[in-house]
């Protein structure tokens, strides 16, 4: 199985804040990665697919980047409505694997 | 909009089996695999397995021998069964589609399954 690292597990920031969350795959996946984010008692919620993606109705404010073993998901300036927890999802191969997750909390 | 819910009981029995179904609305079945996830308290998500519109399986290698996975589309709705529970099965499980290949696109809003005696 492909390994996702994901990093950080969690962070602290204001409103305002730029934020970086990172997947590393264990071999090469192409761009075949997806961002989720997810709130509490919430359906996960697909915010960008193929790396860098944006879906329509996503904030602009969401990017993502990367190709093969390292991909970033960047919220350029974090809103009360993005405290969540975020994750990534590799489909490039059986079975899909998942990143541990990250949780974006109010400093 | 494509909504799913998954039901069935939040307590099992260790050594029994796990049931679960979603209930697909908003849309057809056909053409989508639909999927199981899962995510036991504190630990990252697990794919479980696939059916899809036509009966078709893929389950994931480690939980294969003891995953059953099937789909009755005249009630839209499909269904997972997990044998010989243990604790290391209680985790929220999710239902979801996917139309392209294997990236979720909807999910339900989980389900939390305890395994206790």
């Known amino acids: 199985d492909i390994q996702m690292t994901q990093s950080p597990s969690s962070l602290s920031a204001s409103v305002g804040d730029r934020v970086t969350i990172t997947c590393r795959a264990s071999?090469?996946?192409?761009?075949?990665l997806g961002w989720y984010q997810q709130k509490p008692g919430k359906a996960p919620k697909r915010l960008i697919v193929a790396a860098s993606t944006l879906l329509s109705g996503v904030p602009s404010r969401f990017s993502g980047s990367g190709s093969g073993t390292e991909f970033t998901l960047t919220i350029s300036s974090l809103q009360p409505e993005d405290f969540a927890t975020y994750f990534c999802l590799q489909y490039n191969n059986y079975p899909p694997t998942f990143g541990g997750g990250t949780k974006v909390e109010i400093k | 909009q494509v909504q799913l819910q998954e039901s069935g009981p939040g307590l099992v029995k260790p050594s029994e089996t796990l049931s679960l179904t979603c209930s697909v609305s908003g849309g057809s079945m056909s053409g989508s695999h639909w999927s199981w996830i899962r995510q036991p308290p504190g630990r990252g998500l697990e794919w479980i397995g696939y059916v899809s519109y036509s009966g078709n399986v893929n389950y994931n290698p480690s939980l294969k021998s003891r995953v059953t996975m099937s789909v009755d589309t005249s009630k839209n709705q499909f269904s997972l069964k997990l044998g010989s529970v243990t604790a290391a099965d209680t985790a929220v499980y999710y239902c979801a589609r996917s139309a392209t290949g294997l990236l979720f696109d909807y999910w339900g809003q989980g389900s939390l399954v305890a395994v206790s005696s």
């Open positions: 071999q090469g996946i192409r761009n075949d």
